[in-house]
Each structure stands twice: as C-alpha cells, then as structure tokens.
C-alpha cells in the first residue's frame, strides 16, 4: 500500500456498521473467544485502514492490565502490507498506554496468520491444545469445527511482542 490515498483512522460511527458485519460474516460475532473469555467486539477499540476511501482492512484490541490484546485483524487486501500497517499502529498505541506487550490468539487452522505474526516479529508464546472445543462448549457454541483449507478448528496459538 502506502500511497497518497492511504490512510489508518480510529473505528469511528461511520466505519462500525460495516466492520461489524464483516465480524459477523467471518467470525460469527460480534463475539470472540480468547483464551478463555469472550470479548465483544461492537465496543473494542480499533483502527481502519482505508485506501481511497474504502476500506481494506480493521483492527480491534483492547487495552487492559498493561497489555494490549488484539481481538480481531482483518485485511481485505491480503499480501499489500495492510495487516502490517494495521498492527505497526496497534504497536504504537500499546506503547503511548504504557503496555509491556501486545499479544494475540489464533486458531491452529489459519497457517497464513501464523506466518504472518512471525515474520512481523511476533513470538509464540503459548499453545493450548483443545482450547477450541472448551469455547464451544462454554462460551460460543457457533465456532466453526473446519476452518482454513478444510483443517479442523481444535487449538488457540497465542502471539506476543514484548514492547
């Protein structure tokens, strides 16, 4: 990306409607389960990246305890550095609140998010194994049991970057 027509905004009025379909759509939202706990996204924090006026890609997170967890990435213009910019700017908000690290949870089945968050410098800091079946039994019972290239939804990996 990175031309003229770019820009990152926080979500605001106009953008939410929209990123709260998507959420729907992609993530059976507006809840999302992490580690144990169900997070709704319809009131996270967050940032849009728009390019010419459109957008391409969202970020949520929430800021708690001196960390800043991201909830949900979403580009909409994969491999054009928009997850990239997305999460730089999710980076410089944990820091400006004075968080020690930014973290994030994926599921087992979404390999490109995995490469992802590596080569972004990210660490895997935790697997926790049949964590998936736990949320859908306690928490949201709408998780998919396949996700990504027909592999069953069955662990969380969790991604952290010490800031």
């Not at 490109?112 to 080569?119: D, G, L, N, P, T």
């Amino acid at each position: 990306m990175g031309n003229r027509a770019d820009e990152i905004i926080p979500v605001d009025s106009e953008w939410r409607a929209e990123i709260d379909r998507l959420i729907e759509r992609e993530w059976a939202g507006p809840m999302v389960a992490t580690n144990g706990v169900l997070h709704n996204t319809s009131q996270a924090e967050g940032f849009v990246f728009l390019s010419s006026g459109q957008l391409a890609g969202y970020l949520l997170y929430c800021l708690e305890k001196g960390e800043c967890e991201v909830l949900v990435l979403h580009s909409l213009a994969e491999n054009r550095g928009v997850g990239s910019a997305l999460l730089r700017s999710a980076v410089q908000k944990a820091k400006q609140g004075g968080c020690g690290r930014i973290w994030l949870v994926t599921t087992n089945d979404n390999v490109r998010a995995v490469r992802f968050y590596q080569r972004f410098g990210m660490e895997l800091k935790a697997v926790r194994i049949g964590a998936m079946d736990q949320a859908r039994a306690s928490l949201k019972p709408s998780i998919p049991l396949i996700g990504s290239d027909g592999i069953p939804i069955k662990h969380e990996f969790e991604f952290e970057m010490i800031l």
